[in-house]
């Protein structure tokens, strides 16, 4: 279960926090992944009590947009931490589905890579299978065919350490490299922070989701979590 | 499989301070619902009274709805968001698949908070741990009454960093983070964020 509150002492507007506060979870807490699985409880919310002495926050003021960024990327960091305390997880892995035709399709491509069993025991066993990825993303539930031209794709692994060359292409233009550097996949996949870079090439829209790898601890702490 | 290297997240994420919202204090507690007598009972206490407070929030899309999302969802109708000044939360027990009784657990949860506050409405509920368990409702609500009466409530980072820890379940670290922010006009403001969460994890609330 995902549980969260986020206080405040600024005096925002009962509607212009809910505005904000759903905003910021569509981009935070709605785009991480553990184990694919959604609980009963899950909730996040959000207190303003106007402590500070200022003019009360609404939809119209003009620092509206501003806090709401503040809060969008306040969320994001701390929906990572519950990505990376992900049961047994070893790997924190940022999918970056960009250049997508609308944020809806982008969001669902990057979901089914974070969600693929096989794509987060791949990043487990360190294993450059770039297969997987482009399979998950083939099968992602798309509001429009026309977000995903298999022409236009390209994959990449990225790493985060700031060593060179940090994007190891592993699919350009819907080709697989197959002669694919095989020691910097693995120097890559060796990190514990990775990214997964996806262009579809479709568009400008965006879309980050967090995810983590599948390890045997996953199964020892879920296999007896009742008794 | 290659070997893992082990990483000491605690150390890693956990900050050893803060600063946090001027007019909220944090209570927590053990009440004895986890069985090896680690916190889990946490009050967020709103204590400024310069104006009302407004609440919002974002629940699961989950068609089997805990007790609690039900109750915390009515509350805010109710409200409008307004006049919201508490939120308590239990882990050890997820109050869900509970049916009527459950809800009625969650009631009176809500229904100790309001009562010492003195106000309807004003509380928010949350739970967390195994599902399809009751709450050990006489544990919770002497906790409850123990935080208040005791004065359990604190606005330091102990304070905060302990409500953190009573609402983990198999997290390995209390996740906490808390920034300033400053706005144009040269006002500053601060925003705390707790969450828990380490497993049944692939959220799309509304």
Redesign the interface.
Known sequence: ???????????????A??S???SA?TRS??C???????????????????????A?VDVTS??YE??KD??TS??Q???Q???????GA?KFVTVNVKNALNFADARVMA?AIS?SMLVKTAL???DANWGRILCAIGYAKLGDVASLDQSKINVSFVSTDGSEPRELKLIVDGVPQLDVDEERASQIL?L?DLEVLVDLGTGKEECQFWTCDL?QE?VT??GD??S | QKAVKSIDKYSLYVPKSGVFPQGFKAGSLASGVKKNGNLDLGIILNTNKSRPSTAAAVFTTNKFKAAPVLLSKKVLDISGGEGVDAIVVNSGCANAVTGDVGLQDAKQMVGVVNKKIGSENATLVMSTGVIGQRLQMAKISSGIDQIFDADKFGDDHESWLNLAKSICTTDTFPKLITSKFKLPSGTEYTLTGMAKGAGMICPNMA
């Open positions: 279960t995902l549980l969260g509150f986020i206080v405040t002492d600024l005096p925002i507007k009962s509607n926090l809910q904000m506060l759903s979870v807490f709605n991480i992944s553990v184990d694919g699985d959604m609980s009963t409880n899950d909730t996040i919310c959000m207190l303003a009590n106007g402590a500070v002495d200022t009360v003009p620092e501003q806090i503040q809060v306040f969320a960091r701390l929906a931490l519950v990505v990376r305390d992900g049961e070893t979901e969600n487990y066993g360190q060796s514990p390890t996953y702490i879920n979590y009742r």
